[in-house]
């Protein structure tokens, strides 16, 4: 079961042979440069032997351990992808809680960002990476690799009613992951105006929780596209005990084979993963499948400013994500002289979906653990604690952005009523 | 008091010349070609001899008389400016309503923009013009060019409460203008979520119906900028009949020269005049004079695919002026880490506006020829009517746009407060 490639463990003898023997001044010239890099953080960083690095002019919010000097020396290889490494090897240790241990990594990143030094421009020039390009095939491999991971493991930590892996959302405060993620599918619906009857194609249908929901709450037909395996099968097999299976079908899949024309377009997490040099391709594959007065509706994640996802999450985790400033979605709709009627900013709902889903993920560590391994539960809650606090500091946001055809005249005066009960 | 710049109406004899002569084959040959520049719209071309052209596949929906050969010269050098300036001399004439003679223009334009012809190509290029740079001079002859037409014009036709000579919001039909434009100033207070004690900057404050809306109905204390001479002198005087003078300072500056740390921004219907040229600079401008958890927001005319203003009313009445895209409007919010939090299109509500204005001015024709020429009044006849148009045929937007910084995470967890009553 275990997918994660990450690099092996070094082998007992290199480790004992590094650990043991004391840091030495290059070491600590180091240690100090990851200092400087990571924009002076809170935190104290502590080395093998017990030398201990931090600010002299602020405390430190939590400590981190780097266990090894070849863990040293891979942090200033290649700093994301050397931290979530050996994050996951065990290899770097955090004492103190994670999510606020990243929190200042995150925010010392940012102000780095805006005031950088010479020494880092150049490591950022060094180090940059390039967006890759989602090919039919490359996308394949991509979505394999986290959304096949298994149903079973996903059910442990989402939501139990629809098995949602986007941002729930929160009208109010101590809400139940089920309810927020009900909410979602509410909010989305509502933003859509569907009404019985109406057709609806879905792009990134995930587990199949929204299209089984707008079938059955808003009496629609949905043709939702998806090239997860595991999560079709899942999907079909839902609808099928809903009996649903003649309103909802489930197709395997890729967004750019989608036929027929529909009153609404709906996707919800998959633009992370469709690249932004295809935005123009997604964007005609709406203008062809939307009828002229229907309705289109994007959800992802976003930023505010253009960046990549971190080199760790984009080589463990999320193979070929890219999630897009508004800049770059705009790639998606003027070509085709869309109007856009509407984005809101979601940012805070992901940060509180995640720490739902990371605190049922802690609680369901002993069922993980039958399931993977020890580096794939670290790597995991490296991930999800990362997630919330690029959700918390800003560095992430999340749009939902709705559109129509630019000649659509036939709209809806305001937005109250996506906020009358239905 | 007549302050448009247009070219002066050929002297009688000319006239006479040009419009006794029959129309010959070349005459013929570029109204052929005026019609297909303009994407062969279901409109009859009269000529000054009565000669006429239209599509034969189509009944057309109105007729445009051109009344000299000098004015169909005109028209083939420079279609927009051609048309509007010939219009307002009276050597074009619209028969039918001008309002759906227009939108049927604009709408062909459109088709055309999107399969254009070699020849039609070649005539965009020849013809082509770059956006004018805001300089802080420029500027200020820009909005004295317009808005400096006098109050006594102005309030013949604005909504008699507040003077909002921008976008109104109409929630329900039948709205008047006051009522509309109450509801918008209502609408956007609660986008900014306004609490008394708080302190408001605005940049382009109009007549002043926005600040003292906001001093009076939510207890703040507002700084407004303008440069509109008789703006600012009309402002200062409501204020003081409201007694509001010690909370709403009217400051005759540009925007550029804001000074202070504000609870928000507000800018309703002055970033059109900005230029894009000056985003990152206003960006710069609300970065500084924003709290930490302040929020921002940006009221103006837009478009969904790049596209300067008609020559003619970039030349003779919006001197300066270019609604941006939402790509465009990045350039504020993007170096500055702004984080967009709503942004909603508004363009139906303006088309409805302009209804009302035009009602009015044309209501008030009468008094208006007292303060101005026929050619004037004609001038603001097409402005108006083309405006409506414009919006709809979804070639001009409005977009409000709020905004907060990056890092400001004292959100409101919904956008219901926008929807409940004040």
């Given at each position: 079961m275990e997918r994660q490639r990450m690099?092996?463990?070094?082998d007992a003898v290199a480790q004992r042979r590094h650990a043991s023997s004391a840091s030495n001044r290059f070491d600590r010239y180091l240690i100090q440069k990851i200092f400087e890099l990571s924009g002076k953080p809170r935190i104290k960083i502590q080395l093998w032997d017990g030398t201990s690095f931090c600010s002299p002019e602020t405390k430190p919010i939590a400590t981190m351990r780097i266990n090894s000097r070849m863990t040293l020396r891979r942090l200033i290889r290649n700093a994301e992808l050397g931290f979530g490494d050996e994050f996951s090897n065990g290899q770097i240790e955090i004492q103190g809680d994670l999510v606020t241990f990243l929190c200042e990594l995150f925010k010392a990143k940012q102000n780095l960002r805006q005031n950088p030094s010479r020494f880092n421009k150049f490591y950022r020039w060094l180090t940059q990476r390039k967006a890759k390009s989602n090919s039919l095939s490359g996308s394949q491999s991509n979505i394999h690799h986290h959304y096949d991971l298994g149903n079973d493991f996903y059910s442990l930590w989402?939501?139990?009613?629809?098995?949602?892996y986007t941002c729930a959302y929160f009208?109010?405060?101590?809400?139940t992951i089920e309810q927020a993620q009900i909410a979602k599918m509410e909010h989305v619906c509502k933003k859509l105006m569907l009404l019985p009857g109406q057709t609806v194609v879905e792009a990134?249908?995930?587990?199949?929780g929204l299209a089984i929901y707008m079938a059955k709450n808003y009496g629609v037909t949905v043709n939702s596209y998806n090239i997860s395996h595991e999560q079709i099968v899942y999907a079909q097999r839902r609808a099928k005990k809903e009996n649903l299976s003649d309103r909802v079908k489930f197709i395997e899949d890729d967004y750019r084979n989608v036929t027929g024309i529909y009153d609404a377009f709906v996707s919800v997490g998959m633009l992370e993963h469709v690249g932004t040099r295809n935005y123009a391709q997604l964007g005609a594959v709406i203008d062809r499948s939307l009828k002229d007065n229907g309705i289109a509706l994007i959800h992802s994640i976003g930023r505010n400013v253009p960046e990549l996802m971190s080199a760790w999450t984009e080589k463990r985790?999320?193979?070929?994500a890219c999630p897009p400033t508004i800049r770059e979605m705009m790639d998606i709709t003027e070509p085709y002289d869309f109007s856009v009627l509407d984005i809101e900013n979601l940012r805070l709902h992901y940060a509180e979906t995640l720490r739902h889903w990371l605190i049922r993920f802690d609680a369901n560590q002993h069922v993980v653990s039958r399931m993977f391994d020890e580096r794939f539960i670290r790597a995991w809650r490296l991930y999800l604690s990362g997630s919330i606090a690029a959700f918390l500091v800003g560095s992430l946001q999340l749009f939902q952005m709705v559109f129509v055809k630019?000649?659509?005249?036939?709209?809806?005066?305001?937005?109250e009523h996506i906020y009358l009960p239905s």
């Amino acid at each position: 079961m275990e997918r994660q490639r990450m690099p092996l463990a070094m082998d007992a003898v290199a480790q004992r042979r590094h650990a043991s023997s004391a840091s030495n001044r290059f070491d600590r010239y180091l240690i100090q440069k990851i200092f400087e890099l990571s924009g002076k953080p809170r935190i104290k960083i502590q080395l093998w032997d017990g030398t201990s690095f931090c600010s002299p002019e602020t405390k430190p919010i939590a400590t981190m351990r780097i266990n090894s000097r070849m863990t040293l020396r891979r942090l200033i290889r290649n700093a994301e992808l050397g931290f979530g490494d050996e994050f996951s090897n065990g290899q770097i240790e955090i004492q103190g809680d994670l999510v606020t241990f990243l929190c200042e990594l995150f925010k010392a990143k940012q102000n780095l960002r805006q005031n950088p030094s010479r020494f880092n421009k150049f490591y950022r020039w060094l180090t940059q990476r390039k967006a890759k390009s989602n090919s039919l095939s490359g996308s394949q491999s991509n979505i394999h690799h986290h959304y096949d991971l298994g149903n079973d493991f996903y059910s442990l930590w989402l939501d139990r009613e629809a098995m949602q892996y986007t941002c729930a959302y929160f009208p109010e405060e101590n809400m139940t992951i089920e309810q927020a993620q009900i909410a979602k599918m509410e909010h989305v619906c509502k933003k859509l105006m569907l009404l019985p009857g109406q057709t609806v194609v879905e792009a990134g249908c995930g587990w199949g929780g929204l299209a089984i929901y707008m079938a059955k709450n808003y009496g629609v037909t949905v043709n939702s596209y998806n090239i997860s395996h595991e999560q079709i099968v899942y999907a079909q097999r839902r609808a099928k005990k809903e009996n649903l299976s003649d309103r909802v079908k489930f197709i395997e899949d890729d967004y750019r084979n989608v036929t027929g024309i529909y009153d609404a377009f709906v996707s919800v997490g998959m633009l992370e993963h469709v690249g932004t040099r295809n935005y123009a391709q997604l964007g005609a594959v709406i203008d062809r499948s939307l009828k002229d007065n229907g309705i289109a509706l994007i959800h992802s994640i976003g930023r505010n400013v253009p960046e990549l996802m971190s080199a760790w999450t984009e080589k463990r985790i999320f193979p070929g994500a890219c999630p897009p400033t508004i800049r770059e979605m705009m790639d998606i709709t003027e070509p085709y002289d869309f109007s856009v009627l509407d984005i809101e900013n979601l940012r805070l709902h992901y940060a509180e979906t995640l720490r739902h889903w990371l605190i049922r993920f802690d609680a369901n560590q002993h069922v993980v653990s039958r399931m993977f391994d020890e580096r794939f539960i670290r790597a995991w809650r490296l991930y999800l604690s990362g997630s919330i606090a690029a959700f918390l500091v800003g560095s992430l946001q999340l749009f939902q952005m709705v559109f129509v055809k630019g000649f659509n005249n036939k709209l809806s005066r305001t937005r109250e009523h996506i906020y009358l009960p239905s």
